[in-house]
């Protein structure tokens, strides 16, 4: 798993509930920011404790050997 696609995949996720939130809000449905900020944190956190525990970052991309 490599550090790049794993936090562009977090930033896209956090955009995409963003953006829910702003569709609900302009509906009618508020919702505070601060408990959507504590998820993404907890999300984050989550995720990176769930790297460490399968054994890291990938440093080193895994490709073919040359012929």
């Known amino acids: ?23 609900l809000d302009f509906v009618g449905v508020e919702l505070p920011i601060i408990p959507y900020m504590a998820a993404v944190f907890v999300l984050a ?12 970052w990938r440093t080193e991309p895994e490709g073919d050997d040359p012929a």
Request: aromatic content about 12%; cysteine-free; charged content about 10%.
């Open 45 to 56: 956190g989550a995720v990176v404790w769930y790297v460490s525990l399968m054994g890291g």
């Open 1 to 23: 798993m490599s550090r790049g696609g794993l936090l562009v995949t977090l930033a896209i996720f956090g955009v995409i509930v963003y953006e829910m939130r702003t569709v």
